[in-house]
């Protein structure tokens, strides 16, 4: 479309003539001749003028600058917007797949769409606009809301609750058994998990990710919670409201996490532990006792991020400090030597 046109979607102040069509967007570097490119941060400016893009995004107008300008408010609010806009074009499914196994008992509403191989269990309930993807098995009694996606061979364990607008990743597995065993005549014995999991509103779990069922009660991911791949969280979990979890996350069993808790990658929890609304747990951290609210923690334990650095700086200069301690053991030596002797 032109440019001028992405202009009036996005109600961008257009700097140009905005007559060029364009086909796409890419960054400033690798840009094409039809496509558009972003501005996120001043330190990228110079390089527009390397850029072959037909017009940039920015947030205000950049000085001496050759090609046409969006100017919006915010560049990555935009950005989503203007991405939407050039989004592929596949060809979707409608209805049931003859090919997918509905239960007699199972409710799916007739604008759902169920694709080849599919399986939908006994008293599941699956609610409008909702796209359950090819080889998808959703268990008995569970319920899915309206909008929502399940990408192919994603399993739903019964007794499980998805809200509206969800996204679920292709592989991913919400509802299994968790990992609770007691030591009983002298075997590992799996503790029975009858309760359930809950996916609030606008949850979204990317792929191979695991949310195990609870012992009793649910598993709880709170609304707007969004989950990366390769992230398992355990049975009695509970989230609050538009959390992040990066990839390879861990949390522990009856975690108890509060609203806006973002985990970087490979961080998480010992089980029963909890995290006040808007921590933030740096890659790696492992939060072993209570994180406060607003906390920024690192390492493992996790502590407060200033004196994790500390330390780590300090433990960055063990070497030379070691050599210092053995040399200043030699001098003492010495000097208790000499002392010794005028004794």
Known sequence: MLLSEIATKLQAQLIGDGQQDITGVNTIADAGGSELCFLTSAK???????????????????????????????????????????????????????????EPTASVDSSATVGPGAYIAHGVCVGPDTIIGPNCSIGENTTIGSSCRLDSHVVVYHNCQIGNFCVIQANSTIGATG?????????????????GVILEDGVEIGSNSCIDRAKFGNTLIGAGTKVDNLVQIAHNVQTGK??????????????????????????GSSDHVEIGDGAVLGAQAVATGKIEPGQTVLGLPARDVRRELKSKSVYRNLPELAKEVKQLGKRIEKLEATKNNKN
């Open 44 to 102: 990228y400016v110079k390089t527009l003028s390397q850029s072959t893009a037909a017009g940039v995004l920015v947030d205000k107008p950049v000085d001496d600058c050759d090609m046409d300008q969006l100017v919006v408010a915010s560049v990555d609010a935009a950005l989503i917007s203007l991405l939407k806009l050039f989004e592929p074009i596949l060809t979707a499914a409608e209805g049931v797949h003859p090919t997918a196994v509905v």
């Open 179 to 195: 990992f609770g065993y007691s030591f009983v005549d002298g075997a590992h014995r799996l503790i029975p998990h009858n309760g």
């Open 242 to 267: 538009c959390c992040l979890m990066a990839g390879h996350v861990g949390i522990s069993g009856s975690t108890k996490v509060g609203n806006g808790v973002v985990f970087a990658g490979a961080s």
